[in-house]
């Protein structure tokens, strides 16, 4: 099973980190600057808490980036920094420019991805579908 960096537990990163712990795969989160209302969600779901960005990418296998789209773009960047080496899957609804420059931003280990349906609640309700080299 996966080790498994999430980026960051709100309503839906949070259903998506569930159903991935149910498969067996091992989820984390920072807490570091989230809101009470998000490390309720995150510690409800056993999502275990790292406190840095540079642990989390020493020990996942994987970042998912599951944010507003607003924020998708400052949540590359803060990977970029920490010259993360692993897979980042970009799971947030933005524009094919934005993910061109996240993509030339962190290199091959980028892929796009595309959550479809409501917070992972139930099975068969949600999808997440990834495309790019390491799909």
């Known amino acids: 099973m996966a080790d498994i960096l999430l980026l ?3 309503v839906m990163g949070t259903s ?3 159903a991935l712990r149910s498969a067996g795969h091992q989820v984390f989160w920072l807490p570091g600057s989230r809101s009470e209302a998000t490390r309720q969600r995150a510690e409800s779901q056993d999502l275990v808490a790292l406190d ?5 990418s020493d ?13 998708a773009m400052s949540v590359a960047r803060e990977v970029h920094a920490t010259g993360i080496d692993t897979i980042f899957v970009d799971c947030n609804a933005i524009a094919p420019s934005a993910m061109a420059e996240i993509a030339s931003m962190l290199g091959n280990s ?4 595309c959550i479809v349906g409501p917070p992972a609640r139930r099975p068969d309700e949600t ?3 990834v495309s790019g080299p390491h799909a």
């Open 8 to 10: 960051h537990p709100g």
């Open 16 to 18: 998506i980190g569930a």
């Open 52 to 56: 840095t960005l540079e642990t989390g």
């Open 59 to 71: 020990k996942a296998d994987f970042v998912l980036s599951i944010c507003p789209p607003a924020s």
């Open 110 to 113: 980028v892929l796009d991805g």
């Open 127 to 129: 999808r997440l579908y």
